[in-house]
């Protein structure tokens, strides 16, 4: 059964930071990844997919890793300002769709 | 392009007592997804639609939870009777393929929160 964690749970940075989010997963057999934010009371904003054949991704100030031999991505924004703080969520396409918790950004002015 | 649109926003019910959501997804999307999301986690797949027809429910609560797709459109989403510990966000979403390889993303809606008393 596959299990997907995010690392940090929360995160506070400045304006201007740049920060990974980080998503580990347990089965490798996957067909994609895809990230998400989510802010509050809202549904779900697709920001990258990276299909299993691929490496990475780039979104303007975004950059998603993929290394499924050690079951991880990464999530890169650059940059960072005040209109990033959301929940970002990772998301492994396999056998099931299997979300991790996400993570909860806070950039601060 | 319009979004994947949700009705209602919010519902309270009481416990035992039955609720309805309904999903309009993007035009010609033909792959529709309805999602579970408790507060604090993320969302946990229900069901796939291809069109009308079923791709996985292998995590719908059968004995309470119903949905359909008539016409390969809009679709509802049932739960008869409620539990408590169905209080969540349920989300709807759509993509313009199937097949979990597909390279096409997932469109969101934003939701419908329920609240069980």
């Known amino acids: 059964k596959q299990e997907v964690t995010q690392i940090p749970a929360a995160l506070s940075v400045p304006e201007g930071e740049n920060l990974v989010l980080n998503c580990s997963f347990t089965d490798s057999a996957i067909y994609n990844l895809q990230w998400f934010r989510q802010d509050p009371g809202k549904g779900l904003t697709s920001l990258l997919l990276?299909?299993?054949?691929?490496r990475e991704q780039t979104s303007g100030r975004l950059n998603a890793s993929l290394d499924k031999s050690s079951g991880r991505s990464t999530l890169y924004i650059a940059a960072s300002q005040p209109g990033d703080s959301a929940t970002y969520l990772c998301a492994v396409i396999g056998q099931n769709f299997v979300f991790g918790p996400g993570t909860r950004l806070s950039v601060l002015p | 392009e319009a979004g994947v649109a949700q009705s209602p926003r919010y519902k309270i019910i009481e416990k035992r007592q039955s609720v309805a959501f309904w999903c309009n997804p993007i035009?010609?999307?033909?792959?529709l997804y309805w999602y579970q999301q408790i507060l604090g986690q993320g969302p946990k797949l229900l069901i796939q639609?291809?069109?009308?027809?079923?791709?996985?429910d292998s995590q719908l609560p059968k004995d309470r939870f119903s949905a359909e797709r008539l016409k390969g459109v809009d679709s509802t989403l049932k739960i008869q009777p409620a539990k408590l510990e169905d209080s969540a966000v349920y989300l709807c979403?759509?993509?313009?393929?199937?097949?979990?390889?597909?390279?096409?993303?997932?469109?969101f809606g934003d939701g419908t929160r329920l609240s069980i008393l």
């Open positions: 639609f291809q069109n009308n027809g079923v791709v996985d």
């Open positions: 035009s010609g999307h033909a792959t």
């Open positions: 979403a759509s993509s313009s393929r199937t097949g979990r390889g597909s390279n096409q993303p997932q469109h």
């Open positions: 990276i299909q299993s054949s691929q």
